[in-house]
């Protein structure tokens, strides 16, 4: 099943060797916390995804769902219009991270797809080595990457891409270079009435990023799922998720789809109505926590989605991403 996929993948990408500096010691566990870098890499997802509690390697779609699975771009035809997502997330205390994604096709089997990625902290206070303050400053992280899938034959596809990474912290900045990863087989097989999809998705495998004299591996991650097409406007999704720095875990989520048709109105738009659960916030976090929810509006030109995710103690993260068809 999805575990055996995602353990095959975890193997696969473990053979590249240790000492080159690319994962951690005590990969895929717990005992590597807390040792990679731009953490901002870890969470990316649109708000729909987010929403669903961070299901996307078979769930993925629009242009954003690049940042999860970019074999998430096989679900854009020739026909299809291209789009232009932009994301915003209100994090916790004064943190906070944007994306601009760009999807379209590229002859009859393909689709190409641009992106960025953009986090920062807020405002910093820095001291010497006296402890005394030495003025503000504010850590940013960017991500620029572009990627490439192509329906091969039957319900298979297939995808790669390639990001810069580049971190400042300070006065002190590091740059690197990643590739991801993705498989998309559409209608796999019948549960029932309803049509299931798998994915696969292995991101951030490049060198390590640099700051000054600290040398940390990127946050990679395996992500394994499917997707069942319960009735034509109910999905149910689960993603196992293997990352480099913590414990696997597991990711639901459901997503409800209202049609215009359905209240009796001829304009085409669609409502959503999302849930999820995802196990890895529940870990070490007292309160109201792995469980997220949201909506999403489509008008056919626009569409327009919002998350909300609960930290517990710590608060509540906010995501909304807005996009253009053209």
């Known amino acids: 099943g999805l575990a055996r996929l995602a353990l095959l993948a975890a193997f696969a990408v473990a ?73 915003y997330d209100a994090m916790l205390e004064s943190s906070y991270s944007g994306a601009v994604a760009y999807a379209r096709p590229l002859g009859r089997d393909g689709a190409f797809a641009a992106g960025l990625l953009y986090a920062s902290q807020g405002a910093q206070t820095s001291y010497n080595s006296l402890g005394d303050s030495t003025g503000k400053f504010s850590p940013t992280d960017l991500a620029l990457g572009t990627w490439y899938a192509r329906r091969l034959f039957g319900p298979l596809s297939l995808a ?8 400042q912290l300070a006065d002190r900045s590091g740059m690197t270079v990643a590739m991801d990863f993705g498989l ?40 394994a799922g499917g997707l069942w097409h319960v009735s034509p ?18 990711s639901l989520g459901v997503e409800a789809r209202i049609p215009a ?17 995802d196990q890895n916030r529940t870990r070490g976090v007292d309160g109201l926590t792995g469980l997220s929810a949201g909506a999403g509006f489509d008008f056919s030109a626009l569409r327009l989605d919002y998350a909300w ?14 996009a253009f068809r053209f």
Do not use: C
């Open 160 to 167: 790669g891409g390639l990001k810069i990474i580049r971190s």
């Open 309 to 322: 995710i609960p930290f517990g103690d710590l608060g509540s993260v906010n995501r909304i991403t807005i």
């Open 233 to 250: 406007t109910f999905d149910a999704g689960i993603d196992i998720n293997m990352p480099v720095d913590q414990d696997p875990y597991a």
């Open 261 to 277: 048709s359905q209240v009796g109105v001829t304009k085409p738009w669609v409502v959503s109505i999302r849930s999820g659960y």
């Open 15 to 87: 053979a590249i060797p240790a000492r080159a500096g690319l994962f951690p010691s005590g990969a895929f566990s717990s005992r590597a916390a807390g040792t990679t870098s731009a953490a901002f890499m870890k969470s990316p997802g649109g708000a729909r995804a987010s929403a669903m509690g961070g299901v996307s390697a078979a769930a993925g779609a629009g242009a954003e769902a690049v940042f999860l699975n970019p074999a998430s771009l096989a679900r854009i035809t020739a026909e299809s219009p291209s789009e232009v997502a932009l994301g």
């Open 184 to 223: 998309l087989a559409k209608h796999l097989a019948e549960i029932g009435d309803g049509p299931l999809d798998l994915g696969l998705s292995i991101q951030n495998i490049g060198p390590p990023l640099k700051l000054g004299s600290a040398s940390d591996p990127l946050p990679a991650r395996i992500r």
